[in-house]
């Protein structure tokens, strides 16, 4: 079936032409040239304003970046490094910025990381928002936001900005508390499409699906954001909305919005007027061929603010060989695999991902969300989930999890060595909705003291 080539294609030739596309087609030499131009803009804006940067790449100049190739020879920036201090990275005054946002570290300790954002950074992710949501919703078409929005310059505030610049109508909402008032809030807007974080979509879904409550208005579309998107849970909400489930991929380091798909839904479509991409090898540090399997590593191309050389992200992609079938020459990434931070190592020599526990529990009926956790006793080591159940599912849910997990290759070899055991419990969502957030990870507290 023909799709139609994305959106963000024109939004790209704008850029590079400065506002008028005058009747051109985008070309892969078109893009590469005005990445390169950005890079050596941003590498002496840079080394001029920021303190980090002018001392790191001390002597440095955007005369020096020949090719994009070029790019490989400067060091890489890490989380740890804007951890450190932060402000050592703007390259403007502190009264010019008009956002900070501070992200926790989301292990049992560490120091949290701050960005840094003018009113013009901003300006640059409405802008994407516009065209990226262009990707699955037309003017006209009312949106629910299931997102923070309360402040301004939050990321659900800008996307309201993006919807209203495409004729679309956003219903601002945030974060779900409860999914029956969401779901009433949805049959009262008479929403065509909606934006949220998976779990909280999945549990509107089996909300839905007790057979006491009245359905919800069918979707046209909608796109899962801020954390890793199961295939199992995309493919609970395709068969329950009825409607495609697009990805989007982001960071708050990236200025929030980083890639999202087209309507071939066959992988994500870059932001490559305001980020260049690279895949590397976490060992090594070198990019790797086209097609293969590394750490996901950017460079902003129009942040004024905080601009970031050659940040490693520590998520794992690829991207994706030959033409999108939209027809579009911008390249894409696949969906992110996982974290390279996100494989713990367990008693018997074993490894468990939230990606492997997302597979064995989300396909469970009555399952809305859970928790992770690493501890240990004695000499074994216990793997804990606590399950969010719906109402109407059944008591005997927590045994099904258990035997679902217990039945993962790695952890069977596990237990069977003796090196691990399994606690499964599990609670009501009126109980311990989770309403936050934040990227899930299995939490290691072997090392906290924590038992």
Excluded at 142 to 149: C, F, H, M, Q, S
Excluded at 331 to 347: D, H, I, T, Y
Aim: hydrophobic share 35%.
């Amino acid at each position: 079936m023909k799709v139609d080539k994305t959106p963000l294609e024109g939004w790209l030739l704008k850029k590079i032409k400065g506002g008028t596309a005058g009747g051109e087609c985008l070309t892969p030499e078109m893009i590469r040239g005005y990445q390169l131009d950005k890079i050596r803009e941003t590498l002496d804006l840079a080394v001029r304003q920021s303190p980090f940067y002018g001392r790191r790449l001390k002597g440095w100049s955007g005369g020096d970046i020949a090719a994009l190739e070029d790019l490989t020879r400067l060091p890489f920036t890490t989380a740890e490094d804007i951890k450190e201090n932060p402000l050592k990275f703007l390259c403007v005054s502190q009264d010019e910025i008009s956002r900070v946002v501070t992200l926790q570290s989301s292990g049992t300790g560490g120091e949290s990381k701050r960005l840094y954002f003018t009113r013009e950074d901003q300006e640059h992710i409405i802008d994407f928002f516009h065209y990226g949501m262009a990707c699955l919703v037309d003017p006209g078409d009312r949106v629910l936001i299931l997102l923070p929005g309360r402040l301004p310059g939050s990321v659900g505030d800008l996307l309201r900005s993006g919807l209203e610049r495409l004729g679309a109508v956003p219903v601002p909402h945030g974060p779900v508390t409860d999914p029956e008032a969401t779901l009433q809030v949805m049959r009262q807007e008479q929403v065509d499409s909606l934006v949220g974080i998976p779990t909280q979509v999945l549990a509107l879904a089996r909300c839905r699906e007790d057979p006491g409550k009245p359905a919800a208005p069918r979707l046209k579309s909608m796109l899962l954001t801020t954390d890793h998107v199961p295939g199992s849970i995309a493919k609970i909400l395709r068969r329950t909305w009825g409607c495609p489930v697009f990805n989007h991929y982001g960071m708050t380091e990236m200025g929030l919005g980083g890639a999202v798909e087209c309507r071939a839904l066959a992988g994500y479509h870059l932001r490559e007027a305001d980020l260049y991409f690279e895949i590397i090898d976490p060992a090594t540090g070198k990019t790797v061929p086209e097609g293969q399997y590394g750490e996901v590593v950017f460079t902003t191309l129009t942040r004024k603010g905080m601009p970031l050389l050659r940040y490693r992200t520590g998520d794992v992609s690829r991207f994706i060989p030959g033409p999108c079938p939209c027809g579009t020459v911008m390249r894409r990434l696949e969906s992110v695999r996982g974290r390279l931070s996100g494989k713990v190592r367990l008693g018997g020599n074993v490894f468990i991902t939230m990606a492997d526990l997302d597979q064995a529990i989300f396909p469970l009926d009555g399952v809305l969300n859970f928790t992770a956790g690493v501890s240990r006793e004695k000499e074994t080591d216990c793997l804990r989930l606590e399950i969010t159940a719906a109402d109407w599912a059944g008591p005997e849910l927590a045994a099904r999890a258990r035997a679902a997990v217990e039945s993962l290759p790695d952890i069977k070899r596990a237990l069977e060595s003796g090196a691990l055991k399994v606690e499964i419990s599990s609670g009501r969502e009126g109980d311990k909705f989770n309403t936050g957030t934040a990227k899930r990870t299995i939490k290691d507290l072997r090392n906290a003291g924590v038992n």
